[in-house]
């Protein structure tokens, strides 16, 4: 093992512990998709998805494995990105013996940590709650979108972090521009629809309702999801470009 590596595990310890210390931080994107799963999850429960047999929860449980990935990976891991850097810790950071590669890398394998945990906490209650699981031969499907959903909302997150000008405007900007178009994508109300088809091309050429799609097809038998992937290797692609253009460790 490298120091380099070494070094990022112990940072990924670090964040850690001062993210469960936080108790901002572990409400909003640890307890937030828990309680939405039970609030809405419990209004769902007897209900089918129209003419079909597929209960409302078998697609909402999924849905919000989809959003919990987008709030940890994207909202937590951006706003928090954006204080540090407003607060100088970022640029205090290059002025210290640890690498620049082995912070950035604890921080994101910490977020990656609270992904895994968040998704199995999730799945666990939607289980225990709903009866909502996975279907047998399913589980490369969830396999597949937790790493793709962590991949693209992580640098979606970072990209994010880059344009927030303040420590006060993090959270509100992470959270507003992505929760419309989760709303419109039917995350939250698996037989919302009704929208013009223009919107709905809009709403599906973003990754939310991409991930979400792919989340549920580990839940219930779809087509293969080639657009669905297609859509979050885009987009990732896209973060990329962006992060190398316009991330800094400073303000």
């Known amino acids: 093992m490298t120091r380099s590596v070494r070094l990022a595990a112990r940072q990924a310890l670090h964040e850690q512990r001062s993210f469960w210390r936080s108790a901002e931080y572990a409400l909003f ?18 209900s089918s998805l129209p ?12 849905s ?5 990935v987008i ?7 951006g706003s928090k990105v954006a204080v540090l850097r407003h607060d100088g810790v970022l640029k205090r950071i290059k002025t210290t013996p640890l690498p620049s590669a082995a912070y950035l890398g604890g921080l994101l394998a910490s977020t990656v940590a609270t992904v895994i945990l968040i998704t199995a906490c999730t799945g666990f209650i939607g289980w225990l709650a709903f009866g909502a ?15 793709l959903g962590i991949v693209c909302f992580a ?16 959270g509100p900007i992470a959270y507003a521009s992505f929760l419309p178009i989760a709303i419109i994508s039917g995350v ?42 297609a859509n979050l290797a885009l987009w990732t692609a896209a973060g990329v470009g962006f992060v190398a253009w316009r991330f800094r460790w400073h303000t």
């Open 29 to 46: 994107t640890f307890a937030f998709p828990l309680m939405i799963l039970l609030l809405i999850g419990a209004a769902n429960v007897g």
């Open 133 to 147: 699981g996975p279907r047998p031969g399913g589980l490369p499907a969830l396999t597949a979108g937790l790493i």
């Open 71 to 77: 709030v940890a990976a994207y909202v937590n891991l």
């Open 155 to 170: 640098t979606l997150g970072l990209a994010i972090s880059s344009v927030i000008t303040s420590a006060e405007s993090a």
């Open 51 to 62: 003419g079909t047999h597929v209960k409302n929860t078998t697609v909402f449980v999924p």
């Open 188 to 229: 939250f109300d698996p037989t919302f629809s009704g929208l013009p088809q223009w919107l709905s091309r809009v709403v599906a050429a973003f990754p939310v309702k991409a991930l979400a799609e792919l989340m549920q097809g580990a839940y219930t038998a779809r087509p293969f999801p080639a657009w669905d992937l």
């Open 64 to 68: 919000i494995l989809a959003f919990g």
